[in-house]
């Protein structure tokens, strides 16, 4: 009879597994948010000669535990760059666009450059750099924009399309950013790891393997390449000043940023737009998104041992608080949404508030605020936070404030 019931369930269990997924109903209720004690980002750290050791042990632990750490294959790979295009003039002479094909482990990257006219060799310039959703040639509708032959998501045929040049021009805001003497480094995400659970078989882990359970995912890989880009930044491209590159990221490209701006110091100041869980918010509040839904709707975002903590968000040894404070003592901007409840705009907040700790046992403010600011009222400390009405998205409003708080740390 044991047997039987047994032998039942197993049968069931993978039914049963969907129809909890299918049941997923997130928490937004403050009042059900679990009892919770957050790790001190601190610890037993109390100076801050201490403090480059304990963000060792932290940013090992971070890898180790949700993102992945790079395996020995990525060790000494690099980068180089061929000129895809020569320099056009753009806007009306407020700046010119050029295109470089950066090859990295076997990928061809299209990376696309918007440089203001002010930038030269001689006066080289602070720069965005961030990885796009949907290919370049969304970004700014320019018809000598190269369409990415990547896969393409969100495409029935995984193509990009000519029809679709400028369709998130909305979200980059490139004249501001030129007015504002700001360069605009741009490429598409899929052009180095194609954003699916496809076993880790195609973009550059066709190259350099499949990771381990602790081994870099995608969002490690996407970070990863931020930082083989920054190199080429700084081999190949003199009009970028490359001790002032903000790397910035929306969504799962905002948990990207995160991780490359935690990952590698040259960056000079690191921007998080909506990134919610997996990103800036706290994973112990489990509002909204929580780490079971986003391990089961992405299992190829995290390393395989994140998966642990699906609803089980306790047991981490470190929450996303510390994933903010490895980014001490440079300039860090945090931005939610009211409507974006999935990311938990709240939780965010939380993290920056927490992560404060570390910036001021550096000497440096941190984030001006302790109580959540009013809607679109920023706060631009050491670190920057807002909240803005509307939806999930990156917005004209968000880049009025990533620019004037990369002017004010870049000054
Ligand atoms: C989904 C996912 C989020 C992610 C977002 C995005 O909503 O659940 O974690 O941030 O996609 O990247 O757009």
Not at 352 to 381: I, K
């Amino acid at each position: 009879m044991r047997i039987i019931w047994l032998v039942t369930l197993a049968a069931l269990s993978p039914v049963l597994l969907m129809s909890e997924e299918f049941k997923f109903e997130p928490n937004y209720d403050e009042s059900l948010i679990p009892d919770y004690t957050l790790p001190d980002v601190l610890d037993d750290v109390s100076s801050a000669e201490d403090w480059p050791a304990k963000r060792t042990e932290w940013l090992n632990l971070i890898g180790t535990q949700m993102f992945g750490v790079l395996p020995a294959s990525f060790q000494d790979v690099t980068a180089t760059a061929e000129p895809l295009s020569a320099d056009k003039s753009i806007l009306g002479g407020k700046g010119r666009l050029r295109q470089l094909t950066v090859t990295l482990a076997g990928c061809e990257l299209n990376l696309a450059l918007f440089l203001p006219s002010s930038a030269t060799t001689e006066y080289p310039a602070p720069a965005f750099l961030g990885y796009n959703f949907s290919g370049n040639h969304t970004v700014f509708p320019d018809p000598d924009i190269v369409l990415t032959e990547s896969w393409m998501r969100r495409k029935e045929d995984g193509k990009a399309s000519a029809d679709d040049r400028g369709a998130s021009a909305s979200r980059w805001s490139i004249e501001r950013m030129l007015d504002n003497g700001f360069v605009l480094a741009t490429l598409y995400y899929g052009d180095v790891d194609p954003d699916k659970d496809d076993n880790f078989q195609n973009g550059v882990h066709a190259e350099l393997g499949q990771p381990g359970p602790d081994e870099a995912a995608s969002i490690a890989t996407w970070a990863w390449a931020l930082s083989r880009l920054l190199d080429v930044i700084e081999s190949d491209v003199t009009e970028i000043d490359s001790d002032k590159v903000a790397v910035f990221g929306h969504s799962r490209l905002g948990k990207t940023s995160l991780w490359a701006g935690a990952s590698d110091e040259r960056f000079a100041l690191t921007i998080s737009n909506n990134s919610g869980c997996g990103g800036a918010a706290l994973s112990r509040r489990a509002i909204g998104e929580t780490v079971w839904k986003i391990t089961t709707a992405f299992p190829h975002w995290f390393c395989d041992n994140f998966d642990q903590y699906g609803n089980n968000e306790g047991a981490m040894p470190f929450d996303n608080h510390t994933l903010l404070a490895l980014i001490a003592p440079r300039p860090l901007y945090i931005a939610s949404a009211e409507e974006d409840r999935w990311a938990d705009p709240k939780g965010e907040f939380l993290s920056c508030v927490h992560a404060t700790h570390v910036y001021e046992l550096l000497g440096t403010e941190g984030m001006p605020a302790s109580e959540m600011p009013g809607l679109n009222e920023p706060v631009h400390g050491r670190i920057g936070y807002h909240i803005r009405t509307g939806k999930h998205n990156v917005t004209d409003y968000d880049w009025e404030q990533y620019i004037a708080f990369a002017k004010k740390h870049f000054n």
